[in-house]
């Protein structure tokens, strides 16, 4: 990273170093955990693993893989066993990382003193006919729907209702009230271990915050003398309820889930620190989640992930193979693309599964100003200030989001929601307090409520199709719907993909969505397939033109490992004011970002 402050109207260019040797394990250990993928039978993988003095700690059937631990010297014979296709080493899955606007990835205010995430209220009051409510008080779906259509299919009576949701993250909080968590969580399972369980106070909030985006149905009323409320005031004017008659004061700003008719089922998998998981856990979630739909006649219909890792095989990798076995039971998988932007080729696994709804973070200029108001200068700040830190008013695909292509070809994300700014709460240190959360953490969500809407959708209308070819025409509606005219300026569809979710446009279109699950492409199948036709030399000028807030442009260079550095300079940089006027206390800035690739394990 190059020093340069990050913020939310950014003039981006990305440079991706890339290393084409393996890396080497210098250290042996005597025994490995492995997650070994098969495609023969179980029992006679499990025999030969056994043979080779290594021991199985769990199958996954559906998912057509297991977990297990080997002597490190048997890798190569577990490796050829006959019916194993591949064998990775059981690597961490790191929690969820929130973005700091103005710090950068992992930089956060304390728990306590984060403006953005203590955003005080005086109450609440439950909604309790979502259908009139959207008939009625359109701009309320400002905050976090302003662009996505969800209020249509509210109007028109679709709230999830009758569908099950899996939320694998960070289990519950339940002393926060933006949704009912006695009647909406049917189930929360602890994969963790540490002594909390799935429902405690103890818990990280990241869970709690996801689990309202898609279920949250609530009025919060707010203090006159508050600063949210008087930036809502300022940017989002139509959002303001007024709920104190006759005093005609709008104190009240609603919070609602995309579909808030649907029920949760948790599983925590994360524990309360950030602790990181493992492949195996997150695996085992899985496993769970189609064993409770088939065996045990839990419909859960819907899966959201706000997680990942790094591959360079996208589409094969266990997670990716998993997320297709959750399509094939009839589960729409959904799933962020993490926070590893703006460089291309930062789309993790399982995001880059063939099954899989990838959701990117966008940033919609009018909460992304209020995110500006709270947090730049913390409770004291102005209102109107964050207009001057965002002055462009187009959609934005958010700096931090992660690109494509994938590592074989693939454009991603498949759609992008909003990232920046979304209205919540389970990330306070009270439960009395709100959130406005940074990430593509709090995108997918949006995307997984809308699948649910259109499951009831499908309950109402062909609940003749088998739950798997509905399922599979879900995914392929919201995929294929995206509105590409939010998102304005440079961006490509390695930045957007197909563009902005379009909740109506997905329900409408439908019954023509296609029954096929996506399938590998034809060509390219590793990262230097792709990218060897655009290195750059070292030593040469590359010119990048003509960017635009928010855009970036990429620049990739062969480095050998042997190299001790690599000095980039960037020169001749012409500024032309934005309109109306330039960004007045940091001008337009440029941000460098390098992201290093080695291939190997």
């Known amino acids: 990273m190059f020093g340069l402050k990050k913020l939310p109207s950014l003039i981006v260019l990305g440079a991706l170093l890339l290393l084409l040797t393996p890396t080497v394990d210098a250290i042996a250990q005597d025994r490995v955990e492995v997650i070994i993928q098969f495609d023969g039978p179980p029992g006679q993988i499990r025999q030969a693993i056994e043979s080779l003095g290594g021991e199985v700690k769990a199958e996954y059937t559906y998912l057509g893989s297991m977990f297990a631990e080997v002597p490190s010297d048997s890798m190569d014979a577990v490796k050829s066993a006959s019916g194993v296709s591949s064998v990775r080493r059981n690597t961490p899955v790191h929690a969820p990382e929130l973005v700091w606007p103005f710090g950068g990835r992992g930089v956060e205010a304390a728990a306590g003193l984060d403006p953005l995430a203590n955003i005080n209220h005086n109450g609440f009051t439950p909604i309790t006919d979502i259908q ?5 008080n359109s701009g309320s779906y400002l905050m976090n729907h302003a662009t996505d259509g969800v209020r249509a299919l509210h109007a028109d009576g679709l709230t999830g209702n009758g569908v099950i949701v899996a939320v694998v993250d960070s289990g519950l909080r339940p002393v926060f009230d933006h949704f009912d968590q006695n009647t909406v969580v ?22 709690t915050m996801v689990a309202g985006a898609i279920a949250a149905a609530a009025e919060f009323h707010f203090s006159k003398n508050s600063l949210f409320l008087q930036s809502v005031f300022f940017n989002a004017n139509g959002a303001l309820l007024n709920r104190r008659p006759p005093n005609n004061v709008p104190d009240t700003v609603a919070m609602i889930g995309s579909a808030p008719g649907a029920q949760i089922y948790a599983f925590r998998v994360f524990g309360s620190n950030s602790e990181p998981s493992d492949t195996a856990t997150i695996l085992l979630a899985i496993q769970r989640i189609i064993t409770l739909k088939n065996e045990e006649m839990v419909d859960i219909r819907v899966a959201n992930f706000s997680l990942g890792r790094r591959t360079i095989y996208a589409g094969l990798d266990v997670f990716d193979t998993a997320f297709d076995a ?35 973070a ?42 494509g292509p994938n590592a074989d070809g693939r454009q991603g994300p498949g759609v992008m929601s909003e990232g920046f700014g979304v209205y919540g709460a389970g990330l306070a240190s009270q439960g ?75 329900r409408d279109n439908l019954g023509g969505a296609s029954v096929f699950p996506p399938t590998a492409p034809p060509t390219e199948t590793l990262v230097n397939d792709y990218i060897k036709r655009t290195l750059a030399v070292v030593g040469s000028t590359t010119h990048l033109l003509n960017l635009e807030p928010g855009d970036r442009q990429d620049v990739i260079y062969n480095v050998n490992p042997a190299d001790a550095e690599l000095n980039i300079e960037l020169s001749s940089i012409l500024e032309v004011a934005c309109a109306p006027d330039p960004e007045p206390f940091f001008g337009n800035e440029l941000l460098s970002y390098c992201q290093k690739w080695c291939l190997g394990d």
């Open 432 to 506: 009395s307090k709100l959130s406005l959360g940074i990430g593509s953490s709090f995108a997918a969500p949006n995307v997984t409520g809308i699948a649910a809407l259109l499951w009831e959708h499908f309950d109402k209308t062909s609940n003749t199709l088998s739950p798997v070819v509905s399922a599979t025409k879900i995914r392929n509606a919201i995929v294929g719907n995206g509105n590409k005219m939010i998102i304005v300026g440079g961006e490509t569809e390695d930045d957007q993909g197909n563009g902005w979710v379009d909740a109506k446009k997905a």
């Open 132 to 136: 009139d409510f959207a008939a009625s």
């Open 362 to 403: 966008g940033s919609l200029f009018h909460q992304d100003r209020i995110v500006g108001d709270l947090g730049f200068f913390g409770a004291t700040g102005p209102a109107g200030f964050g207009d001057t830190l965002r002055p462009f008013e187009g959609g934005q695909t958010a700096w931090f989001s992660s690109r």
């Open 186 to 207: 049917v189930g929360c399972e602890d994969f963790v271990g540490d002594g909390h369980g799935c429902s405690d106070n103890r818990n990280d909030g990241h869970g």
């Open 326 to 360: 959750l399509l094939a039971n009839g589960i729409v998988p959904v799933v962020s693309t993490g926070n590893a932007g703006p460089a291309l080729l930062t789309t993790a696994s399982p995001a880059s599964a063939f099954s899989a709804i990838a959701v990117g």
